[in-house]
T-cell receptor, first 119, second 115 residues
Framework: SAVISQKPSRDICQRGTSLTIQCQVD?????MFWYRQQPGQSLTLIAT?????????ESGFVIDKFPISRPNLTFSTLTVSNMSPEDSSIYLC????????????????FGPGTRLTVL | AQSVTQLDSHVSVSEGTPVLLRCNYS??????LFWYVQHPNKGLQLLLK??????LVKGINGFEAEFKKSETSFHLTKPSAHMSDAAEYFC?????????????FGQGTTLQVKP
């Protein structure tokens, strides 16, 4: 398993500003993921972040709006840029345990989420 | 492409009665399936997983799920509900068609437990 922490746990931001969310894993992992959970909705994958390569974004999400860094095997950041009220959501990071590469059967472990409100 | 459908958006049971949360999946590959639980203002916790071993999977807190390929179902059950089970439950399939094995979430089922 993996224990994941996120900072900040919540924030209230003004329209047009940017917020960077940090995600720390207690062990080295190859694959990390960022999700968005809009109010009352399910989780939607924003991007997959592998260490040493560019993040892979899902349809509807772009790097200019959600730049991601993955500087090492235990850490990642997601920035929500030029925010609008529509960006108000919970943002969650997750990790697939271990360094064994892609195995589709492996579960992901999730951080507690960052609750973002944009005014 | 993989997808998952949770058949009930809201389920209400009385404490001590059985719980059934229904999930159907669609997959072109031999799927890996999961149930996650999200308590209010908390992150997601893995309840159980199916990865092509035993079709009846036991998880934490007395939950279990049965993989039925003929019915493309993976329903979550618990014999006796507890007040602490009130939460949002997500059925999830791993996308075997992608090279990342990304997870695809159902829309969620809200479980209400009445005293």
């Amino acid at each position: 398993s993996a224990v994941i922490s996120q900072k900040p746990s919540r924030d209230i931001c003004q329209r047009g500003t940017s917020l960077t969310i940090q995600c720390q894993v207690d062990s080295q992992v190859t694959m990390m993921f960022w999700y968005r959970q809009q109010p009352g909705q399910s989780l939607t994958l924003i991007a997959t972040a592998n260490q040493g390569s560019e993040a892979t974004y899902e349809s509807g999400f772009v790097i200019d709006k959600f730049p991601i860094s993955r500087p090492n095997l235990t850490f990642s950041t997601l920035t929500v840029s030029n925010m609008s009220p529509e960006d108000s959501s919970i943002y969650l990071c997750s990790a697939r345990p271990g360094l064994a590469g892609v195995r589709s059967g492996h579960e992901q472990f999730f951080g507690p989420g960052t609750r973002l409100t944009v005014l | 492409a993989q997808s998952v459908t949770q058949l009930d958006s809201h389920v209400s049971v009385s404490e001590g009665t059985p719980v059934l949360l229904r999930c159907n999946y669609s997959s072109s590959y031999s799927p890996s399936l999961f149930w996650y639980v999200q308590h209010p203002n908390k992150g997601l916790q893995l309840l159980l997983k199916y990865t092509s071993a035993a079709t009846l999977v036991k998880g934490i807190n007395g939950f279990e799920a049965e993989f039925k390929k003929s019915e493309t179902s993976f329903h979550l059950t618990k014999p006796s509900a507890h007040m602490s089970d009130a939460a949002e439950y997500f059925c999830v399939v791993s996308d075997g068609s992608s090279n990342t094995g990304k997870l695809i979430f159902g829309q969620g089922t809200t479980l209400q437990v009445k005293p």
